[in-house]
C-alpha cells in the first residue's frame, strides 16, 4: 500500500510515533524514525518489518537540526520523504496561576514551533523536487475544549490544527496534503502519569468507556498518510473513543 514511500515520523520512540512508525513499515513504506532520544528511536527500528529504515536524532524545536536532518535524509534517499508525522509533543503541565514562562515557552517551542519547523522544510524540498506529499500533524481533543492545567498544552495543538489547516490551502497547488489528528485520552509514557483523580474523570466522559491505544491513532493516521485519502486535506480527524 506505501510501496516505494519514504516516511519521516518524529517522535518516533514515544507510543504514538512508534506505533505509526510500525503501521507504515507493514505497509511497506521505508521509515526515518526521529527522536530528541536517539536510543529509542533506534529501538524503534529494531522492532520494523522491511529494511531500508533509518534513525536520527532530532530536537524539533531546533532549525539548524531540523535543516542538517533533511540534507542528511536527502543523501541517504536522493529523494525527500513523501510522508511526514509530527508526533513529537511534550506536556508540562500546571494551572495557569503557578506556570512558569519557561514552561509556556517550551510547549510552545516543541509542540507547535516543532511541527512549523519540519513542515516547511519537508515542503520546501518536495516543492523543490515537484513531488506531492501528505503530512499528518498531531493536535489534541484539549486542543478543541481547553483543560484545566494545560494552558499552554491546550494553545500549542489548537495552534497546531489551524497551522495545518493554513497549510493545506497553501501547498494544495503543490498536491501537498496536510492533516490534522486529534487523540483523546491515549494510553502512552506522556499518560502515564496523569493522576488517578484526573484518568477517572476522563474515563467518565468516554463515550466508547475506555483509553485509546497507540495503534488505534496509527491506524488513522496511516489513512492520512497514504492515497487512500487523496481527496482529503485541511481537515482534522477525532481519535478519542466519541470525547470531543
Ligand atoms: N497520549 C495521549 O493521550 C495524547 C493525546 C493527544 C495528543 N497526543 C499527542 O500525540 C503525540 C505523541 O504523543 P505520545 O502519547 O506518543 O507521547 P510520548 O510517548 O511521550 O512520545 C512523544 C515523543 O516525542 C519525543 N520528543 C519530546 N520532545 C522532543 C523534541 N524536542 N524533539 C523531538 N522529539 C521530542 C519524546 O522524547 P522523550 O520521551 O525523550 O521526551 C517522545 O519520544 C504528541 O504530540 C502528543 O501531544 C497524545
Known amino acids: 500500500m506505501l510501496a516505494g514511500k519514504i516516511a519521516f515520523v518524529t517522535g518516533a520512540g514515544g507510543g504514538i510515533g512508534r506505533a505509526t512508525c510500525q503501521l507504515l513499515a507493514k505497509a511497506n513504506a521505508k521509515i526515518i524514525a526521529s527522536d530528541c532520544n536517539v536510543t529509542s528511536a533506534k529501538e524503534t527500528?529494531?522492532?520494523l518489518e522491511g529494511n531500508g529504515h533509518m534513525a536520527i536524532r532530532i530536537d524539533v524545536s531546533n532549525g539548524k537540526e531540523v535543516n542538517d536532518a533533511f540534507n542528511n535524509i536527502?543523501?541517504?534517499y536522493h529523494t525527500p520523504p513523501s510522508i511526514i508525522v509530527n508526533a513529537a509533543g511534550i506536556i508540562r503541565d500546571n494551572f495557569l496561576l503557578n506556570l512558569t514562562e519557561e514552561d509556556f515557552d517550551k510547549v510552545l517551542n516543541v509542540n507547535l514551533k516543532g511541527t512549523f519547523l519540519?513542515?516547511?522544510k519537508a515542503c520546501q524540498h518536495l516543492v523543490d523536487a515537484g513531488k506531492p506529499g501528505s503530512i499528518v500533524n498531531i493536535s489534541s481533543?484539549?486542543?478543541?475544549r481547553g483543560n484545566r492545567g494545560q494552558c499552554n498544552?491546550?494553545?500549542?495543538?489548537?495552534?497546531?490544527?489551524t497551522f495545518s489547516k493554513s497549510v493545506a490551502q497553501e501547498m494544495a497547488r503543490y498536491n501537498i496534503r496536510c492533516n490534522t489528528v486529534l487523540p483523546g485520552f491515549i494510553s502512552t509514557s506522556m499518560t502515564e502519569g496523569v493522576p488517578d483523580k484526573v484518568k477517572d474523570m476522563f474515563h467518565s466522559l468516554i463515550p466508547l468507556k475506555r483509553f485509546g491505544k497507540p495503534e488505534e491513532v496509527a491506524e488513522v493516521i496511516k489513512f492520512l498518510s497514504s492515497d487512500a485519502s487523496s481527496y482529503v486535506t485541511g481537515t482534522s480527524i477525532f481519535v478519542s473513543g466519541g470525547l470531543e
Open 153 to 161: 498544552y491546550a494553545s500549542s495543538k489548537a495552534a497546531v490544527e
Open 74 to 76: 536527502i543523501e541517504n
Open 141 to 144: 481533543i484539549v486542543g478543541k
Open 118 to 120: 519540519i513542515t516547511q
Open 45 to 47: 527500528i529494531g522492532i
